[in-house]
């Protein structure tokens, strides 16, 4: 039995897709909770949201950086985005 991502993720651009995927749903929990929750409650978990966000963005930066010292080509999300379009 391997250890390790499952073959989907093996591939950098899939990983990557979907990284910024989580981004963007934490950065949507954190405008939903700014507009839609009142008091303390909805402040706390905005910031939540905002930092939880803030550290998928410094993983994707320090994945990204790992991922070009192996030698594996990296354009960007939207380029990884567009060869699966193509």
Request: charge should be negative; glycine fraction near 12%; include cysteine.
């Amino acid at each position: 039995m391997a250890i390790g991502p499952p073959q989907e993720l093996a591939d950098f651009g899939t990983r990557s897709i979907l990284t910024h995927a989580i981004m963007a749903f934490g950065f949507l929990g954190a405008a939903t909770s700014a507009l839609l929750v009142e008091g303390q409650i909805g402040l706390v978990s905005f910031v939540a949201f905002v930092n939880f966000t803030a550290g998928m963005w410094i993983c994707q930066s320090i994945h990204s950086l790992g991922s070009t010292a192996a030698g594996v080509e990296y354009d960007g999300v939207l380029n990884e985005v567009l060869s699966y379009v193509r």
